[in-house]
């Protein structure tokens, strides 16, 4: 820390800063709690930043800076930094007019002021003290919207374990893993498949399921947020709970029952959830007039407490799935977890997507470019659909998209009620075509965000019953892990628009086929093949798939984190 004794001296202190580096300046008379001053000056999600009498501005920011410390300095030659208004708020403005956008945190009861008399400096350090800033910042630390088992089962007190990790160094990052790890290592006690084992499965899930709490908590309490962190803590999250899948099926095939086609199920289901909420959230999180009865309505139903409760918990969101998830496991039998996961799911599902259809069909809205290019993006289309779209557009939208739907339909059920065949592979022929034409022009329609959640439910639900229908020991574990690597790189598309920085590159979408060309591929590879080469093939494609997008996903985010990309926080799986 420098002291600047005017404008003139605060410009020559900052130019000896190397560019690359963040600054502040903060007025000399300022009065507030040391976590007003860590919201405003060291949250490194935000290029520039500001609350009263104190700015700070990252790398980008810098010329705008000097700019305005230049102007003060050149206008107040002589003045001193302690006048009777403050230099750093007279920057703020500054800054403002020269159009640079900064961040004001929400202090709430914290107290953050320059005082303009020794009165004003002592009320101001009695509302300091009157306030406990640490009991704001645990406060704080836990997200303002979360479930109701997350709220009232796990914040009480991860939000300490969430302060004990910053005390000792720990960073969300190392939280994170510690949780996968955890839940890796319950998933491999499922797999043993003995009461014991299922019991210590569950204790273990919640206890990452702690974990998985604390590493958000401990980048809220201490400001550590980055790209890569938002990155690992949403993968992961998906990482554990389709591991656990997999180790109760794995438990349940060692006394006997087969429920590999439920825990795929599971995974098909859980992941079309997650692409409807991305979808419509990306379709609709910048779209002009973006209101409707439908959301009124439930703006007023949030209204009243014991509603709020109801509507977050029927929705099944992380915390309350994987608390059923885990008492069951230790309770019961893989099998019936199954059940109850899917048909808790399904009603879920049903019930959100239903609302936010009506909400779009009600709602005037003009979706933006953006918005459009991010619903393509997570259409996954590939080669295939590039040139078909080219040849057979057809001259509505609106019959197109029906026809996706048909087509979508008509290949799942070909492959259910004929199994693996030449029928299968025509139906999967017609999908293609269909599909190619659904996404041959921006999709901008009102349900057009609802495209990418259908192609999902069609690749995914055709692999799924093509590999029970081979009916071979070992197709269904095979399908769960090409699904498992399908889903990685939607998962990964998702976070990469979240993060603002695109959607993967070209070459990797055409590479893995898209979504068409990887559902016509296996429905000729069930056609030529015997079952049990079918398995090898869905086994080799799996292990192919999971490589190429994982190596370019690792690369991708760990160069962003090295090369300075901004920091995001993922605030976890939407509710």
């Known amino acids: ?5 005017d404008a003139g001296d605060a410009e020559a202190l900052l130019a000896d800063v190397p560019a690359d580096q963040r600054v502040a300046l903060v007025d000399a008379r300022f009065v507030g709690h040391v976590h007003a001053l860590r919201l405003g000056l060291t949250d490194p999600r935000f290029p520039a930043a500001a609350l009263p009498g104190a700015v700070t501005v990252q790398p980008a920011a810098r010329q705008a800076l000097g700019r305005a410390v230049a102007g003060e300095s050149s206008a107040a030659p002589g003045g001193t930094a302690v006048a009777v208004d403050s230099l750093a708020d007279r920057v703020v403005a500054a800054l403002d007019t020269d159009g640079v956008t900064l961040h004001r945190p929400e202090l709430g009861t914290l107290v953050a002021v320059v005082p303009a008399d020794p009165q004003a400096r002592n009320e101001a350090r009695q509302a300091v003290a009157a306030v406990d800033d640490e009991a704001v910042r645990l406060r704080t630390a836990v997200k303002s919207r979360d479930g109701f088992f997350t709220t009232h089962f796990i914040s009480p007190y991860s939000r300490y374990i969430a302060r004990w990790c910053a005390r000792r160094g720990l960073t969300p990052n190392q939280v994170t893993t510690a949780s996968l790890l955890t839940a890796l290592i319950a998933a491999g006690c499922a797999a043993t498949g003995t009461r014991g084992g299922f019991v210590a499965a569950g204790l273990l899930l919640i206890f990452s399921f702690v974990l998985d709490c604390t590493d958000g908590q401990l980048a809220r309490y201490s400001l550590q947020y980055s790209t890569l962190g938002a990155w690992l803590d949403a993968t992961f999250d998906r990482a554990k709970e389709y591991a656990y899948y997999a180790g109760l099926a794995l438990g349940a095939a060692q006394g006997g029952d087969d429920v590999w086609a439920l825990a795929l199920a599971a995974m098909v289901l859980q992941t079309c959830r997650h692409v409807v909420d991305f979808s419509f959230n990306e379709a609709n999180h910048d779209a002009a007039a973006n209101t409707s009865p439908t959301a009124a309505l439930s703006d007023k139903l949030d209204s009243v407490g014991w509603t709020v409760w109801v509507r977050r918990m029927i ?23 199954f059940y109850a996961l899917l048909i808790g799911c399904a009603f879920a599902a049903t019930y959100t997507t239903a609302g936010r259809v009506l909400r779009s069909l009600t709602r005037k809205a003009q979706r933006t470019d953006r918005a459009a290019r991010a619903l393509a993006d997570l259409a996954d289309s590939g080669p295939l659909a590039e040139v078909l779209s080219r040849i057979v557009p057809s001259r509505y939208a609106a019959v197109a998209r029906l026809l996706a739907l048909a087509g979508a339909v008509v290949v799942v059920l070909t492959a259910w009620f004929d199994g693996p065949g030449w029928s299968v592979v025509l139906a999967a022929t017609v999908y293609v075509l269909v599909s190619a034409d659904a996404v041959a022009r921006p999709l901008k329609g009102p349900l057009d965000w609802l495209i990418p959640p259908l192609f999902r439910a069609a690749e995914y639900g055709t692999v799924l019953v093509l590999a029970a229908k081979a009916d071979v020991n070992g197709a269904l574990p095979a399908a769960f892990g090409l699904v498992a690597a399908v889903a990685y790189h939607h998962y990964d598309t998702v976070y990469r628009i979240r993060g603002d920085a695109g959607a993967p590159p070209r070459w990797l979408v055409r590479a893995i086929g898209g979504h068409d060309g990887r559902t016509l591929l296996v429905t000729v590879l069930a056609a030529l093949l015997a079952p049990t080469e079918f398995k090898v093939a869905l086994t080799a494609l799996a292990v192919a798939v999971a490589l190429v997008v994982l190596v370019e996903s690792i690369r991708f985010w760990v160069t962003a984190h090295k090369t300075g990309a901004p920091a995001v926080h993922d605030e976890g799986e939407p509710a």
């Open 315 to 337: 929705v099944l969101p992380i915390g309350e799935r994987w608390a059923m998830i885990a008492v069951l496991t230790a309770l019961t039998t893989p099998r019936i977890t």
């Open 1 to 5: 820390m420098r002291v600047a004794v």
